[in-house]
């Protein structure tokens, strides 16, 4: 629930990005920067300073609440998984449990939004859930625990799962099963149900859907296939549409007429997780095609816009180095070497500088998007055709500790 506000990185680039972190202050203790077999991930090291607390919590601290979300929390598991962290992955997880599901996982899926109240107190902001946390919560889990032999995890992510199947999914007339955004608020009288595309990465379905075979989940992919076709008559999608049911057996996608067409800070993770699917699903094809409009877009301008108006393709303002981050995979994955590099190149140089910036945290979106969009740019993992991940440093692991 986010409110609004590839080729490999060359040599030279990478050597100065390691010296500025190795002048930066000592990393916190919060991820631990992986094991001594794992390639160095300097970028991982920087989010451990700026980001994660001694306890686990992972910080915004350029809003007024100084928030943490189950977004943060999921995305910085996931990101210590590929940086081979588990120390770090377990206290990101334990704070989790703890101050978002109420200490219990198996009775509550966790709350999406925790930060200072109005009194001062710190606690629980807003108890609803979020639907794209609770799948990476459940995926970095099941991936983590096969990888570091964590049945406790493994065990969390199957509790997590049967919680998600129960109160996050809906079986919509003449769709089937799709995910909310939430366990509430979203659907909506009058048939009106709100969706979130960015919520569905294809990779992720196809990993709980071999963790839960009778669930919900190669019907969900499908669906969210049928949705991004259907919502982007001019190449790009909006941060939410809905689904209006016409009858108890028929229902088609439209506008979400409370969120309307604006495709923008949400919209920006749907043409990454479509860029770093596993071009042997069947389904990674067709959602390119859908999403043919960021190319001409970004060419034009040499850089993404910042805002879109999905139903007529008008484009606003210039996007921060965030999305140029996620938008290296896109490129990529449609055959668009040039732009691919162009936007690495952008990300990288604005990167470089809102590190360098004193006194101050750099922007938590854009470090996230660079994570997942330049770390894949830098082949530090991969997603298989079953979702799974492929990780570049069980490469160089030794078996005992990779497994």
Partial sequence: MRSSPAAARPRSRLAATALLFALAAPMAAGADGGTACAPAWPLWQAFGTHFIQPDGRVLDASTARRHSSSEGQSYGMFFALVANDPAAFDRMWRWAVDNLAGGDIGSRLPAWYWGRRDDGTWGVLDDNSASDADLWFAYALLEAGERWRRDDYLRDAGALLARI???????????????????????????????????????????????????????????????????????????????????????????????????????????????????????????????????????????????????????????????????????????????????????????????????????????????????????????????????????????????
């Avoid at 075979?213 to 909006?238: E, F, Q």
């Fill in 165 to 403: 199947e129960a109160e996050e999914t809906a079986d919509l007339p003449g769709l089937g099963p799709m995910l909310l955004p939430g366990r509430r608020s979203f659907a909506r009288p009058d048939s009106l149900w709100q969706l979130n595309p960015s919520y569905l990465p294809l990779p992720l379905l196809r990993r709980l859907a071999l963790a839960s075979p009778s669930g919900p989940w190669p019907r969900i992919a499908d669906n969210s296939a049928a949705m991004l076709a259907a919502v982007s008559p001019k190449g790009y999608v909006a941060d939410w549409v809905a689904y209006r049911g016409a009858s108890p057996s028929s229902g088609l996608f439209v506008v979400d007429p409370i969120k309307g067409d604006l495709g923008s800070y949400d919209a920006i993770r749907t043409y990454l997780w479509a860029g770093m699917a596993h071009d042997g699903d069947p389904l990674a094809g067709p959602m390119l095609q859908a999403l043919p409009g960021m190319g001409a877009a970004t060419a034009s301008t040499g850089a993404p816009p910042e805002r879109v108006r999905a139903t007529t393709g008008k484009t606003e303002n210039t996007g921060p180095f965030g999305f140029s981050s996620a938008l290296v995979p896109y490129f990529t994955a449609r055959k668009q070497p040039w732009l691919a590099d162009m936007q690495r190149r952008r990300a990288q140089a604005m990167l470089d500088e809102s590190l360098r910036a004193p006194g101050r945290q750099p922007p938590y979106y854009d470090i996230v998007l660079s994570l997942f969009g330049l770390g894949w740019a830098e082949e530090r993992y991969r997603f298989l055709s079953t979702g799974q991940v492929q990780l570049s440093w069980e490469k160089t692991c030794p078996p005992s500790t990779a497994r």
